[in-house]
Nanobody
Framework: VQLQASGGGGSVQAGGSLRLSCAAS????????MGWYRRAPGKERELVAT???????IYADSVRGRFIISRDGAKNAVDLQMNNLKPDDTAVYYC??????????????WGKGTQVTVSS
């Protein structure tokens, strides 16, 4: 299984927007949940937002109202629209996919990470 991030990362000034995209591919039977996490310099990795196959979402308090997570179930893809970015959003962002493989084994995979830098 591979999680491939596309576009999105980079540098932006505070108040700007970026969109992160990620798609899972491989021997996947079903993806139950996808999400974005981030690790800021000197901090632990933290949840940013997740979305289930039933479109139930969870957001970190720090991003609620600014970030929007969405999914394309047919493509096993997830997007994160990040608006009104703040310097505290600077981090490496990781995509995650959880579900079942074709072998019916549980799957829990992470993408490689995408750098987002927000300048004041």
């Amino acid at each position: 299984v591979q999680l491939q991030a596309s576009g999105g990362g980079g540098s932006v000034q505070a108040g700007g927007s970026l969109r992160l995209s990620c798609a899972a591919s491989g021997d996947i039977f079903t993806v139950n949940e996808m999400g974005w996490y981030r690790r800021a310099p000197g901090k632990e990795r933290e949840l940013v937002a997740t979305i289930t196959s039933g479109n139930e979402t969870i957001y970190a308090d720090s991003v609620r109202g600014r970030f929007i997570i969405s999914r394309d179930g047919a493509k096993n893809a997830v997007d994160l629209q990040m608006n009104n970015l703040k310097p505290d959003d600077t981090a490496v962002y990781y995509c995650r996919a959880k579900g079942l493989l074709l072998s019916v084994s549980p799957m829990d995979y992470w993408g490689k990470g995408t750098q987002v830098t927000v300048s004041s």
